[in-house]
């Protein structure tokens, strides 16, 4: 489930359950999609903080196909431009993120395309590069450099929240208590510009992205989509109940 | 009165050095500094004897950026009406942005392309055109006091190229910049990537000096190809573009809309007055 909460120009968004992004719901994911693109409409609202409920922003799930999703459906609710993560990274407000424990596969992705990224200081971050095929490794290497990227897609080894910060993967690092105070904080610093002022930004920055091949990246995900490990995975309901038993909260 | 833009040249060691000399005013540019700045660069450009240009600031800071008081002026030369007008033509905004910094005559544009190697001394302030000039320069090599900040992207947009800050210091860091109207200290431009070394700020001159030094030390033609190889790979991360768009949207945000309730800069500076301007900008974005 996703909620939005909106005071003095701040939308909170907050997942119950970041894991069915990695399963690649399609409800889930248009969900979310529409939640950032409201907000991003929205002139009352400057920025955009996006949280997730729980210990961990995104435990790690095991991935199995949707029975019911067409890929189609999948494409438009996560690598579309009116998906999950053109949403994201192409929206006309300020996103800050706040990432409190595990942070795998769609939380992962979504932090490679939020605008900044505050990490709780036990918080880790894993590559999503092999279970989310809409991750980009373009943004990771404009965000990390290229062999930090490089070293982090090649690795499963999680990122500390310290080394995330070195990385430049992460803008702030504060104690878990702090984190939803310091991300809300950072959001308003960024509504203080004029809206007029950030729509010039966002569209400088989205004419920057273009130009790296952003967004031809996501155009590519429906490729990556086949060559992962999922495609090859059980269809849902033949693995077992624990595994295929859907998450609390969802609609 | 002294010139503001001054050159001097040793050519047996093959250095020249450009000074910005209007400490009074914290080495603020005025729109004929831009200009003596650029005929600086041509200038230099010529002399086969340089193979190293040192910028650098008289006084404290490198430069705080574009003096606040010629802002309203900025725009006056590309209007028929000479400047007149209440509000500049949106065709004299884009056509100054393009002419002063974007273009190829532009203090950017001339910058990246310098042929000679370029070393910045930062001290002090180095706010928008001082950000700038260390972007767009070779090396740069920071007092530990200098601080690095674009304070007018906070009052109406980025209305600059943000290829090259991207490729200095990544995505992440350079919306700070961008939304957060950040100011960072010298050791954090040196960990972002902005920098190439930070030293005590009475050692910077000597520090400055070996490396141009090191650098003339290099053949000209070596030179020559280091630079077109370095043009080649801005190319690839698309500058040029980065710099075209600078020059179109650089136009539009000198025209934005305030909405009620949001710091509209130009209309303090008209009320206030510049010092007051600044200080009232500063503790509405939560600068120091």
């Known amino acids: 489930m996703i909620t939005t909460r909106t005071k003095d120009g701040i939308a909170t968004i907050t997942l119950s359950d970041c894991r069915l992004l990695t399963r690649s719901d399609v409800q889930e994911g248009r969900a979310?999609?529409?939640?950032?693109?409201?907000?991003?409409?929205?002139?009352?609202?400057?920025?955009?903080?996006?949280?997730?409920?729980?210990?961990?922003?995104?435990?790690?799930?095991?991935?199995v196909r949707s029975q019911q999703a067409s890929l189609p459906d999948i494409q438009s609710a996560y690598a579309g431009v009116t998906g999950v993560y053109q949403s994201l990274a192409y929206g006309r407000?300020?996103?800050?993120m706040g990432i409190q424990g595990r942070c795998t596969g769609a939380g992962s992705a979504l932090a490679l395309c939020a605008d900044f990224v505050v990490m709780g200081s036990s918080a880790r971050i894993q590559s999503p590069f092999s279970s989310v095929p809409e991750a980009s490794f373009t943004l990771a290497a404009?965000?990390?450099?290229?062999?930090?990227?490089?070293?982090?897609?090649?690795?499963?080894?999680?990122?500390?929240?310290?080394?995330?910060?070195?990385?430049?993967?992460?803008?702030r690092v504060v104690p878990e208590g702090r984190l939803r105070r310091e991300a809300l904080g950072m959001a308003r610093s960024a509504a203080r510009m004029p809206l007029d002022g950030i729509a010039i930004s966002r569209v400088m920055l989205e004419t920057y992205l273009d130009s790296q091949g952003v967004g031809k990246e996501f155009d590519h995900a429906p490729f990556y989509r086949n060559a992962l490990p999922q495609a090859g995975l059980p269809v849902e309901g033949r693995v077992s109940a624990k595994q295929s038993q859907p998450a609390r909260g969802r609609k | 009165m002294s010139a503001r833009i001054f050159c001097s040249r040793d050519a047996a060691a093959h250095i020249a050095t450009i000074t910005i000399n209007r400490p009074e005013a914290r080495n603020a540019f005025t729109l004929d500094m831009v200009r003596r700045f650029c005929a600086a660069l041509e200038d230099l450009e010529s002399d086969d004897a340089i193979k190293v240009i040192v910028i650098r600031g008289e006084g404290r800071d490198l430069s705080a950026g574009l003096d606040v008081a010629e802002a309203a002026s900025l725009y006056a030369r590309g209007d028929a009406q000479g400047g007149k007008s209440a509000r500049p033509s949106l065709r004299a905004r884009l056509a100054a942005h393009h002419e002063l910094w974007w273009g190829p005559q532009g203090l950017y544009h001339r910058l990246v392309h310098c042929r000679k190697i370029t070393v910045v001394a930062a001290k002090g302030k180095c706010f928008g055109t001082g950000l700038n000039l260390?972007?767009?320069?070779?090396l740069v090599i920071a007092a530990e006091g200098a601080s690095f900040s674009q304070p007018r992207w906070a009052h109406v947009g980025v209305d600059g190229d943000i290829a090259m800050l991207v490729a200095a210091v990544g995505l992440r860091r350079a919306r700070e910049l961008m939304f957060l109207s950040a100011t960072w200290p010298a050791q954090a431009a040196w960990q972002y990537g902005l920098v190439d070394g930070v030293v005590p700020g009475r050692q910077l001159p000597r520090a400055v000096d070996g490396l141009a030094r090191s650098c003339a030390m290099i053949m000209r033609d070596g030179i020559a190809a280091e630079k077109q190889v370095v043009l080649a790979s801005l190319a690839k991360l698309q500058?040029?573009?980065?710099?075209?768009?600078?020059?179109?949207l650089g136009g539009w945000a000198s025209n934005i809309l305030h909405r009620p309730g949001e710091f509209n800069f130009l209309r303090e500076l008209g009320d206030h007055g510049p010092g007051k301007a600044i200080r009232r900008s500063n503790a509405h974005f939560g600068r120091s």
């Open chain 1, 93 to 96: 407000k300020v996103v800050v």
């Open chain 2, 239 to 248: 500058v040029e573009l980065g710099f075209a768009a600078a020059s179109v």
């Open chain 2, 134 to 138: 260390c972007l767009y320069s070779d």
């Open chain 1, 32 to 63: 979310l999609a529409d939640a950032l693109q409201t907000a991003g409409d929205d002139d009352g609202v400057r920025a955009i903080v996006l949280l997730a409920q729980g210990r961990d922003f995104c435990p790690p799930v095991r991935p």
């Open chain 1, 142 to 171: 404009l965000i990390m450099r290229l062999n930090r990227a490089k070293g982090w897609i090649l690795s499963d080894e999680p990122m500390s929240a310290l080394q995330a910060e070195a990385a430049g993967l992460a803008n």
